[in-house]
Structures are given as structure tokens and as C-alpha cells.
């Protein structure tokens, strides 16, 4: 996920994030997670450092606590080990110091954090060179300054010292190299200053020691410095790459295990150390790691570190292994080893993760990946958390989709289009799918478990009826089931469960794959581990990797090379559109609409395309289009999908709902060395209450759909005017909230999970919930306006005083704001059944009835809490 949308959120105009990267700070013996941003105003560079939320999406995640400006007096320093380089999958240690004051980071391995670096050595060797006055950094100055440098300075000593240090461990290097010149000695240095051009590849060769690899020369010919030949020779190695690959191969453990938010009680090696011969990698997926409430609205739990530590002790005693990656959403947690002798061959690690909990963003529900490249194949594992409860298979489906397509990889070339899930050469897809048992009872389930007719059960299952109908993991494959049902026992026993709820049992915990070459040694659970109500699911699969004849490939190399030289590089790039004009009919909030432009080149040189911005424009499209890829290569007589997606949310929903911008753009499509074309996007926005002002809506007695756009135009310029007489009396409160929560307050007081389950947009109490989350999140102005946030912080541990500042919203907000409060405690009058509670409530609406107009730390997000908790506490409305 791109984080640094979040910072640019708190930035004023003229200021512009360039990158984000998460990392760990050292403050001595400790380790806080701080996100940090590239800063660029009036061409003067800063690191902007940042407390976050896990996953930070907008300004109200992050908390700015420090700046340090990119100047002469800045300098970075790498101070990973020659051990640390040595293993693919190591993260980076960095240490920035600013005057007297310096900072060590920890950088998460990946192309990501060297973008990082490569654009902070950019700014930094800018600096170094320019011969204009040195920055005076001015426009920093209006940011706290009762923050400035405390984290810099709480984190290490003076900067004399550690230079001192520095100078003597270079002194000590260079006394070792000389030593070591006839020995033919290249052991890397362990420390050594960033020096801007040659950075990136420095890097590169470390963590790589191959010297002639396909992947090496795919990362060469990525960097921004090569063009258009070298393009063409990647095409043309990855067209020809049967002829110089073999595949060999390896074996690789998958498992997966809901844990249910227990701490490890038992020994996992029955679990992981099942097979006689220790797995040349491990893929190890939990869920359900944390079921606290503060894991799931702060991210933050000490049960990641006893689930890793008691993973790595029941590894295959046979073999040493080596962590190459750890992500975890939530609950949901990834953990990928592999034998050390094979590190050496992994390259392009990346993680990412996907909420598709409450709203589509909490990390309740979704989905962890990790993808990477061994030898010449590219493999993605993804473990995920799908919905919940026996009814709920299409919301699952519907999972499965937001995360195939919206868990996304960056990829080494920043130019080049992020990696889908799909795009793999192999795929390994585990966790608790919850997908259920449908049709039969209880009691017909036992019998057939206990007869052991796992076929005649498996074709009630869920899963395999929505894959049959290639409604979800189309390409996958399963291997036989012939274990019971893994969901769900009695905790501590091999029992089912004996709850009031007497749950079905159902085959929960999965494992599939799709590629080319893999073949199936085991699939089963392991019913000794009894910790959780879930068992554990492993499997072993032995897969083909593509690995590289290097005589062959220079061979293939070579010819590649001669054949381009022969081409007339004075030929210009042409290709043809399959149309320029498109339109999006009846578009709608939240839900995306694509079409698709196909382009062939049919020229007689390969060509490389971007959409590029038009006079006066800060982007190549409007806020609500985007192009997919927004640039690329085509190879002569191929072709390239583009897909123009449109998606509407609460920052574009305003000025289209009122009328102030339509669905309308031209975007300008450029061939390198050849003619520009023009494409026009069109289409019809249906206004709806999302994203339209609680004035506005007040003042609308017909729906919003069926309201002429002149009169939307209108009603949202008297809005803006609170004084502006209206002939007809406002509506007290807007129709479509009351809807909502009349629903709930007929048909959901007793839900159990009610705002805290997602929906599938159904009309259910969970989809109903959803709708009105969605609805706070999307006004322009929260119901609480922002002209009052302040007074609200200040007067949050006065009860009286809270209800002062009420009485003084405008009337609308008012009603708004008494309204929903005394359904919340309608709520809680019935917590014993929804099990909702004061803090959890107060927790989710907060942060939506008082919203920060610029920024929110944890304690203005403590402060909303507990001003928002008098109105929750209270008797009557």
C-alpha cells in the first residue's frame, strides 16, 4: 500500500511527498515503528518522520514528530553487517544524522526501501553539488516546532562520536583489505557512506553474490538509465527463456492455522517437522493471531513474537534455515523461511496485505502476501482471512476478488506497472477460507465423518461448488481431502463443539496452488495440536523451478544483441487504438467501472507509451480515473491492454454529487519518438447521499437520484450560505440516515458483531451497518464540523461542557449528532446480546463524528474518544 498519500495529506500546497517507506527506529535497547517521507518544497528536500497506525490510509493515521532537513549538514550512513548483506531477505540499517544530532533505522529488504534511499542520495548529492546559496528550509518552520528533534535526539548520542567510531572502523577496513589484496579477497565493506550514482548497484551486488543471472540482467536493464534497446532485449530474453532454463526441483511446506488468540501452549514441530525430510522452504500462515480490541484498531500485539519465536523452534531439525520475510495485518501473519544454503538465490521480496474487514479497510478480515523470485521463477504466497459465518459464500467470493485485485506489488523499475497477484509463475493461496458445509445438518455431518466418507462430504462444501462454478480461485487446484473437518473443536480437545451454537463442522483451512510443474506429496491436518479450535493444515509440494544454463543464456544473450543491431532505429513507432473514445454509464459510489483500451503496434520498431500530463494539469488523468499500466513497452506486431478504471470516493464524490465537476477527461497518450493521441472519457455520475453535505440532503425530500442536477447544483450553493432563507422547511434530519438506522433499530439491537462484521451490500443488518459507516466517512463535512473540533478536544472531560459544544452545531448536525447518539445507547442497552461496550463504540464513531480538518494523533483521537463517551453514558437522550 502506498503510505505516503496519508503524509501528503498533512502537507500544505507546494509540498510534495515523493516516497514513503515503514521502518524501525532504535531507540537503545527498544525498537518503535515510525513512518517516513521524502519532502520537496522549493526544491529543498526533508525526511518528515511520522507515528503511524500499522497500515496508514489517510492524514488521520499518521502524527508528524519530527523533520530532518536534507542540507550539508545531513548525512546517511549504511550500517548493515557483511553477515546481514550476505543473506537475501535481511533488512537494511541505516543511521541519518543531522548536525549534532543522528538517528539508526531499520529499512524492511525490498526494492521499495531502495528506492528510498536512492531518492534521499538524490537530494542529499543535489545538495552536495549545487553552487547556489545553501536551503533555508522556511517552509518547515510552521509545523510544530515543540516536536522538532525529538526523535532524533532520544535516539542516539552525539554525532562526534559516532563519526569517531566511523573514522576508526574505515581505518580498520582499509588495514584489512590491504591484508587481504593476495588472498583475491571481495568481502564487501560493512559500513561505508552513500555516494549517490552508484548506490543502487552497490546494493544490488551485495545482496546477490551470482555473478550472470537472468534476474541480475533483468534488474540491470529495469534502471531508469536504460531505454528502449534495452527493453527490447528483456522482451525478447523472457520470449525465448525456454531456451536457456531447466527446472529442478524443490520442495516447499505450506501451512496454515487459525489460532484463535492463543499464545503457543504446545510444540508445533508435530505441525511443522511432519515430513521425513527437512522442506528446502517453509510458508507458514496463521490467523486469528490477536482477537484483542486493541490489535485490531492499533495493529500492535506481543503475540507476533511468540508465534515467530515458536515456529522457528519447530522447523525440520535436519536443516538450518533462514527468515527471509514476516508480514502480518492484524491477525493475519506470514512467515516464509528457507534452508540457508538456498538464500543466496532469492531476490525481489516484497509484502504486502489487504483489509477487507468493516468498511473494506480494517485488517480483521483480508488478506498477507509475500512474493519473491528463486532462480528464474517468479512465486507469490498469499494467506487470507475470509468472511465469516455459513451464509456468507458470496461475501467470500467478493474477498477473494478485492484482494486478487487489490493486493499489488511494486516492482525494482518504479516506471513499470505494480505486479497482481495473478502475475506469477506459481501461486500457493492458504488460510482460513471459511468457506462452510451447506445442506446438511449437524448430525449428518458427524455420521459421515465418522464413516470416513470425506468425498461424499466434500461435495457439500462450500468451496469446491463456488470453484466448480468458476466463481472464485479459477486455475487453482486442490489436492484430495481425505482428513476430517479441521473447524471447529472444543479448545484443548479433539472434540466438536460443544457450544450453544453447535457450530458445523467444515473444512475451513485450506491450501491451494496454480502453476505449471507441481505435484502434491502430502495434504492433511494434525490433530494433535489442540490449542485452538481450528487444527493446523500442511502440505508438501515439490515444484519445478526454472533455473538458468548460464552458457545457454549468453548464447541466447548474444543473438538477441545481433539481431537488434540489425533493426533501422530511424523507423518511427506507430500503433493503432481500438477506439478513442469511451464512455462510463451510471456511475456509482465505491463501485468501479472498467473498459478497456487495446493497442497494437503495428510499426515496424517496438515502442514505448505513457500518458503524459497536459499544460497547467498536476496529473496525467482526474482524481477519479486512472490508467492501468500508465506506461509501458510493445514489443513490433504485439499488442497491450490498457484498462481505464474509473473509482469514485469520498474526496471526488462532493464536486460530482453537487454538479461542480462531471465525469469528463481527455487523456494525451505519447509514443517515445513518435505522435501524440487523444482520448476522450465521458460518462453520467449517479449523485447519491454519499459524499453530499448533511445540509444538502436535509433540504432534498425526494431521493437524490431522482433530483434534476440544476436543483443539486442549487441546494449545494444555499448550503454553503447557512443563512440563506428556504422556502420550504428543512428536513430535521436527512431521510436517507433514517432509513439506515431505522433498519437497525428494527431488525440489528440484538446483532451479535453488529458495526464490526462487513457486509456484501444485501440489505443485512452487516450490510446496513456498513452503509452508515460509509455514509459518516463520506461527508464533506463530518457531523460534527470542523470549526468545532478544537472546542470539542479541550472540552472532552467535561460532560456539561461536551454538551455545550452540541448545542451550539448548526441545527441539522445537531439533530444528527443527537440522533445517532441515542441509537448507539439504544445499542447498548442490549450489549449482552451484540456484546458491544461503551469503548467499542465510542472507538469506531468517533473518528467519524469528529474528524481532524488537517491531522490526528493518538491523543486528539483519545480526546474525541472521551468526549464522545458522555454522550454514550448517558440515561436518556
Not at 574505515?170 to 559500513?191: F, L, M, V, Y
Not at 515430513?275 to 480490541?293: H, I, R, W
Not at 474528524?851 to 474525541?864: C, G, I, M, V, Y
Amino acid at each position: 500500500m502506498d503510505q505516503s498519500v496519508a503524509i501528503q495529506e498533512t502537507l500544505e500546497r507546494g509540498e510534495n511527498c515523493i516516497i514513503a517507506v515503514q521502518c524501525d527506529v532504535f531507540f537503545e535497547d527498544i525498537t518503535e515503528s515510525r513512518l517516513l517521507g521524502l519532502v520537496e518544497s522549493t526544491k529543498e528536500h526533508a525526511i518528515f518522520i511520522y507515528t503511524h497506525r500499522r497500515m496508514a490510509i489517510t492524514a488521520d493515521d499518521v502524527s508528524l514528530e519530527d523533520i530532518v532537513p536534507i542540507s550539508l549538514d545531513f548525512a546517511v550512513v549504511e550500517v548493515s553487517s557483511p553477515e546481514e548483506l550476505a543473506i537475501v531477505g535481511a533488512d537494511t540499517n541505516v543511521r541519518v544524522s543531522y548536525q549534532e544530532d543522528e538517528l539508526e533505522l531499520k529499512l524492511p529488504f525490498g526494492s521499495h526501501s531502495r528506492l528510498f534511499l536512492s531518492e534521499v542520495i538524490r537530494a542529499w548529492s543535489d545538495v552536495c553539488k549545487s553552487t547556489t546559496p545553501a536551503p533555508k528550509f522556511e517552509w518547515t518552520s510552521k509545523y510544530d516546532k515543540a516536536t522538532r528533534g525529538a526523535v532524533v535526539k532520544k535516539a542516539l548520542g552525539p554525532l562526534g562520536t559516532t563519526l569517531t567510531r566511523l573514522n576508526h572502523h574505515r581505518k580498520t577496513e582499509k588495514s584489512s583489505d590491504e591484508k587481504e589484496k593476495g588472498a583475491n579477497s571481495g568481502t564487501p565493506k560493512s559500513k561505508r557512506a552513500y555516494s549517490g550514482q552508484d548506490s543502487r548497484e552497490d546494493r544490488d551486488d551485495l545482496v546477490r553474490s551470482s555473478s550472470h543471472t537472468t534476474s541480475n540482467k533483468a534488474q540491470i536493464l529495469a534502471m531508469p538509465q536504460f531505454g528502449l534497446r534495452d527493453n527490447l532485449i528483456k522482451c525478447e530474453l523472457l520470449k525465448n527463456e525456454v531456451n536457456y532454463t531447466y527446472t529442478e526441483d524443490f520442495s516447499f511446506f505450506l501451512g496454515t492455522y487459525n489460532v484463535n488468540g492463543q499464545t503457543p501452549k504446545e510444540s508445533l514441530r508435530p505441525w511443522l517437522s511432519c515430513t521425513a525430510n527437512p522442506p528446502d522452504m517453509y510458508c507458514v500462515g496463521f490467523q486469528e493471531l490477536d482477537l484483542s480490541k486493541e490489535a485490531f484498531f492499533f495493529n500492535d500485539t506481543p503475540k507476533e513474537l511468540e508465534w515467530t519465536r515458536a515456529v522457528s523452534e519447530a522447523l525440520h531439525p535436519d536443516a538450518k534455515y533462514a527468515l527471509v520475510k514476516l508480514v502480518r495485518l492484524v491477525g493475519i501473519m506470514l512467515i516464509f523461511y528457507v534452508k540457508k544454503e538456498y538464500a543466496e538465490f532469492i531476490s525481489d521480496v516484497e509484502a504486502e496485505t489487504v483489509g477487507t474487514g468493516i468498511m473494506g479497510r480494517m485488517g480483521n478480515k483480508g488478506a498477507v502476501a509475500i512474493r519473491f523470485r528463486f532462480h528464474n521463477s517468479d512465486i507469490c504466497v498469499v494467506n487470507s482471512h475470509l468472511a465469516a459465518h455459513i451464509e456468507e459464500y458470496e461475501r467470500r467470493n467478493q474477498d477473494y476478488k478485492d484482494i486478487c485485485g487489490r493486493l499489488q506489488f511494486r516492482q525494482l523499475d518504479p516506471s513499470q506497472p505494480q505486479l497482481t497477484i495473478m502475475k506469477h509463475d506459481v501461486i500457493f493461496w492458504i488460510g482460513d477460507l471459511n468457506y462452510r458445509i451447506s445442506e446438511l445438518d449437524v448430525s449428518n455431518v458427524k455420521e459421515l465423518i465418522s464413516k470416513k466418507e470425506f468425498e461424499t462430504l466434500h461435495s457439500y462444501d462450500q468451496l469446491k461448488r463456488q470453484i466448480d462454478e468458476e466463481a472464485v480461485f479459477v486455475g487453482f487446484v486442490e489436492g484430495e481431502i481425505d482428513f476430517q473437518p479441521t473447524y471447529k473443536y472444543d479448545t484443548g480437545s479433539d472434540q466438536w463443539d460443544t457450544s450453544e451454537k453447535c457450530r458445523v463442522p467444515a473444512w475451513c483451512d485450506r491450501i491451494l496452488w496454480r502453476g505449471k510443474n507441481i505435484k502434491q506429496q502430502h495434504y492433511q491436518s494434525h490433530m494433535t495440536l489442540k490449542t485452538s479450535d481450528h487444527k493446523p493444515v500442511s502440505s508438501l509440494l515439490v515444484i519445478g523451478i526454472k533455473k538458468v544454463n548460464a552458457e545457454a543464456y549468453k548464447k541466447t544473450f548474444e543473438e538477441i544483441v545481433r539481431v537488434i543491431d540489425k533493426m533501422e532505429n530511424e523507423c518511427i513507432p506507430s500503433v493503432t487504438l481500438s477506439k478513442r473514445e469511451f464512455h462510463f454509464k451510471d456511475v456509482k459510489y465505491m463501485q468501479q467501472q472498467t473498459e478497456t483500451l487495446s493497442l497494437f503496434n503495428d510499426g515496424q520498431v517496438p515502442c514505448q507509451f505513457e500518458f503524459i500530463q497536459k499544460p497547467n494539469e498536476p496529473t496525467y488523468c482526474k482524481p477519479w480515473l486512472t490508467a492501468n499500466p500508465p506506461k509501458g513497452f510493445i514489443a513490433e506486431g504485439a499488442s497491450v491492454d490498457i484498462d481505464f478504471e474509473v473509482f469514485v470516493n469520498r474526496s471526488t464524490a462532493p464536486a460530482l454529487n453537487s454538479g461542480k465537476e462531471p465525469i469528463e477527461d481527455i487523456l494525451v497518450l505519447h509514443l517515445e519518438r513518435g505522435k501524440d493521441y487523444f482520448i476522450s472519457v465521458t460518462g453520467n455520475y449517479l449523485a447519491s447521499c454519499y459524499g453530499t453535505s448533511i445540509q444538502s440532503l436535509c433540504q432534498l425530500r425526494e431521493p437524490i437520484q431522482d433530483t434534476p442536477q440544476e436543483t443539486l447544483s442549487d441546494v449545494a450553493e444555499s448550503s454553503e450560505d447557512e443563512n440563506e432563507a428556504n422556502a420550504e422547511k428543512p428536513l430535521d434530519i436527512p431521510k436517507e440516515l433514517w432509513m439506515m438506522v431505522d433498519h437497525l433499530f428494527r431488525n440489528a439491537l440484538n446483532q451479535e458483531d453488529i458495526f464490526q462484521q462487513p457486509g456484501l451490500r444485501t440489505g443485512s443488518n452487516h450490510s446496513a451497518a456498513e452503509a452508515l459507516l460509509l455514509f459518516l466517512d463520506a461527508l464533506p463535512e463530518p457531523v460534527v464540523p470542523y470549526s468545532f473540533y478544537q472546542q470539542c478536544l479541550e472540552s472532552c472531560s467535561n460532560a456539561s461542557q461536551c454538551e455545550k459544544v452540541i448545542s451550539m452545531l448548526p441545527q441539522c448536525h445537531k439533530n444528527v449528532f443527537n440522533y445517532l447518539a441515542a441509537f448507539l445507547r439504544e445499542l447498548l442497552k442490549n450489549s449482552a446480546s451484540n456484546r458491544l461496550d461503551v469503548n467499542i463504540l465510542a472507538t469506531i464513531f468517533a473518528s467519524l463524528l469528529l474528524r481532524s480538518p488537517t491531522k490526528q494523533d493518538l491523543a486528539e483521537k483519545r480526546k474525541t474518544q472521551e468526549f464522545f463517551q458522555h454522550f454514550l453514558a448517558q440515561c436518556s437522550s
